[in-house]
Structures are given as structure tokens and as C-alpha cells.
T-cell receptor
Framework: DTGVSQDPRHKITKRGQNVTFRCDPI?????LYWYRQTLGQGPEFLTY????????KSRLLSDRFSAERPKGSFSTLEIQRTEQGDSAMYLC????????????FGPGTRLTVL | ELKVEQNPLFLSMQEGKNYTIYCNYS?????LYWYRQDPGKSLESLFV?????AVKQEGRLMASLDTKARLSTLHITAAVHDLSATYFC???????????FGAGTILRVKS
């Protein structure tokens, strides 16, 4: 069990550019979640997948954000036309319903938009 | 809309002392989770509480859940410096769904 991995760990970009993050969940977990955390706050839910189906999207997720989990394994989160307000830590988590939805978090991708 | 409130938001305590962090939530739920976060790091799962009256203990930390009062507590016994971190509680309103987190309690243990 190698845990949840995320790539890249850090991303610095200029306003208006597009960025894409990847998350690899724990292999037997069928649920995958994306959260965003800003300094001094708890993580805020963005979206989640069960296998390849995206089941819920937060109202926080504007049209500039899109997430996919094409084969029910890894997931990508893309932000188009980044804004300074997008600067945050983007956390991925995975879980298995049989384990009471205990969500295991990856190390996160820290995004800085200049 | 589910709201989760933690108190206190900041706690400075001496080594060897006891203290309790409180987590209140606004909507009925039978599942509550506690996480620890070290500066610049991700979240580490501490406890999963699944029913009214559930109590879990690990080392100097003990968590409990009262679903009728919509309250969970994280009790710290004889604090040590290594416990310094931010502690979050989170509630799962619909089983298997997203977690709603509190704002976190920053714990600093002074020697």
C-alpha cells in the first residue's frame, strides 16, 4: 500500500495559464475526492468520483475547473485561465466504502498564481 | 447546509497538562473523523467515530462522539511537544460522501 500520491507537489504559474494536477489513489479505493485548502482553513470539498463517475461537484467549482477519472484509477484536475484567487493547496483523498469512508489524503499540490 | 465548528481555534498549553478540543456540527450525522496536519504537510487520519457513544483512544489522544448533542471531543492527556499540530474534525453527512471540515485547532505544546 503506497498511499495516495499527487503530482506535481508545487506549481507556480502566471495568471491566465492553464494547469493540470494528477492524483493516484490507493489502488483498491473506488472513491476519489478533491479538496482545496487555503491558509488557516480546513479543506473545502470540490468534487468526487466513484470509479469513473463524477458524482458531485461543489458550487465552489467554477466552469474553469474540470476533473476526470477516465478509467476509475488516477484522476486529473484542470484549472483553465488561472486567477490569483486559485492559489491554494489542492488535496486529493481516496476511500473505500467498506472502510467507513475513512479518507486518506495525498501530500497535496501547492499552486501559486502570480 | 452542514456547518462544523471547532473550539478553541488556537490552544497553547504546557507539557504535561490536559485539555479538550470541541467539535460541534449542525446536522444529524453518525460519522465523525479527526485528522492531524503538521505545517506544510497533508492530513493524517487519527480517529473514525461511527456511532453515538463511540470512544477511541490512541496514546495521549482520546476522541468521543455524542450524536444527540452533535458534539465530538478530542481530549489530550499529559501533552508532549510532539503533539503540536493542527487538528481538524470532519463530518460525513451522507454516507460515503464528501467530508465537511471544521476550521481546525492549532495546538502548541510548550516545554
Amino acid at each position: 500500500d503506497t498511499g495516495v500520491s499527487q503530482d506535481p507537489r508545487h506549481k507556480i504559474t502566471k495568471r491566465g495559464q492553464n494547469v493540470t494536477f494528477r492524483c493516484d489513489p490507493i489502488s483498491e479505493h473506488n472513491r476519489l475526492y478533491w479538496y482545496r485548502q487555503t491558509l488557516g482553513q480546513g479543506p473545502e470539498f470540490l468534487t468526487y468520483f466513484q470509479n469513473e463517475a463524477q458524482l458531485e461537484k461543489s458550487r465552489l467549482l467554477s466552469d474553469r475547473f474540470s476533473a476526470e477519472r477516465p478509467k476509475g484509477s488516477f484522476s486529473t484536475l484542470e484549472i483553465q485561465r488561472t486567477e490569483q484567487g486559485d492559489s491554494a493547496m489542492y488535496l486529493c483523498a481516496s476511500s473505500r466504502l467498506a472502510d467507513y469512508n475513512e479518507q486518506f489524503f495525498g501530500p497535496g499540490t501547492r499552486l501559486t498564481v502570480l | 447546509e452542514l456547518k462544523v465548528e471547532q473550539n478553541p481555534l488556537f490552544l497553547s498549553m504546557q507539557e504535561g497538562k490536559n485539555y479538550t478540543i470541541y467539535c460541534n456540527y449542525s446536522t444529524t450525522s453518525d460519522r465523525l473523523y479527526w485528522y492531524r496536519q503538521d505545517p506544510g504537510k497533508s492530513l493524517e487520519s487519527l480517529f473514525v467515530l461511527l456511532s453515538n457513544g463511540a470512544v477511541k483512544q490512541e496514546g495521549r489522544l482520546m476522541a468521543s462522539l455524542d450524536t444527540k448533542a452533535r458534539l465530538s471531543t478530542l481530549h489530550i492527556t499529559a501533552a508532549v511537544h510532539d503533539l503540536s499540530a493542527t487538528y481538524f474534525c470532519a463530518v460525513d453527512m451522507v454516507y460515503g460522501n464528501k467530508l465537511v471540515f471544521g476550521a481546525g485547532t492549532i495546538l502548541r505544546v510548550k516545554s
